[in-house]
């Protein structure tokens, strides 16, 4: 019993020391590069923003996300970068999916990695897929440059299929085409998690072909599908339409 009792008392007081040595780290030297790295990453990213769309002679094809991940917690304006989750919460474990116009990869890799089982992620500009394989590969994640328009899916082959904001760089006709696609990559019980921006007036900002102006115009769009949920965010400047589709029955 003694001995119990000595090693008892020995482990609390190492538990003790490490503890008192660990929180002098944490609010001193600590602290203090935590909150330096913080403002580090935000003004890297606000110069990378800077140099991508404002000082660069040519006009990026994606954004990097990475830019309202750390600008988040000093710009509460930023949080429409989670709004994936509203995807990811329709994603089992296990799950396949196809992540179109993916960008920087970082929605593939933040979002859905740690649970898929498989991802394909498609975008069709060089420079974009060469900096997704870099900054976000995983074992899971395979990016590729492709066109939507003429790259093959394999039918029935996914679980979720998810495109966000790339829906309004493609014509009205353009979309029909690609829904089709979707239709037949998607399982029988599978979905189609669509995001997009709507926007007061047509424009074509942003290498934009056709922006969706009209909720209902656009809902007209989602032939041989039907709509299980429905979300209208808000934010100070825009709005987002986020739909989760299944395919009809019948």
């Not at 830019?67 to 994603?91: D, K």
């Not at 649970?115 to 995983?138: C, L």
Request: with cysteine.
């Amino acid at each position: 019993m003694k001995t119990i009792l000595k090693k008892l008392i020995a482990t609390y007081r190492i538990k003790f020391i490490l503890h008192t040595i660990v929180a002098i780290y944490i609010y001193t030297v600590g602290r203090l590069l935590f909150l330096f790295s913080k403002r580090y990453a935000y003004y890297h990213t606000r110069l990378l923003l800077l140099a991508d769309w404002y000082l660069s002679s040519k006009q990026p094809s994606s954004f990097k996300h990475e830019i309202n991940l750390y600008s988040w917690r000093f710009n509460p304006a930023e949080v429409e970068f989670a709004e994936l989750a509203y995807g990811r919460m329709h994603l089992k474990k296990g799950d396949t999916v196809l992540d179109l116009c993916c960008g920087d990869g970082s929605y593939a890799y933040l979002f859905f990695s740690d649970i898929a089982s498989k991802i394909d992620s498609i975008d069709y500009d060089v420079d974009t897929i060469t900096y997704a394989k870099k900054n976000y590969a995983a074992e899971n994640i395979t990016f590729t440059c492709a066109n939507l328009l003429e790259h093959s899916f394999s039918d029935e082959s996914y679980d979720l299929v998810v495109w966000t904001s790339g829906v309004a760089y493609f014509s009205k006709d353009h979309r029909a085409k690609i829904l089709g696609k979707i239709h037949r990559a998607l399982k029988s019980n599978g979905k189609l998690y669509i995001k997009t921006p709507i926007e007061e007036k047509s424009s074509s900002s942003a290498n934009q072909v056709s922006v969706i102006t009209d909720k209902i115009d656009f809902e007209s769009e989602f032939k041989g599908y039907s709509i299980l949920a429905e979300q209208q965010s808000y934010y100070h400047k825009r709005s987002n339409l986020n739909y989760v589709l299944t395919k009809s029955i019948g």
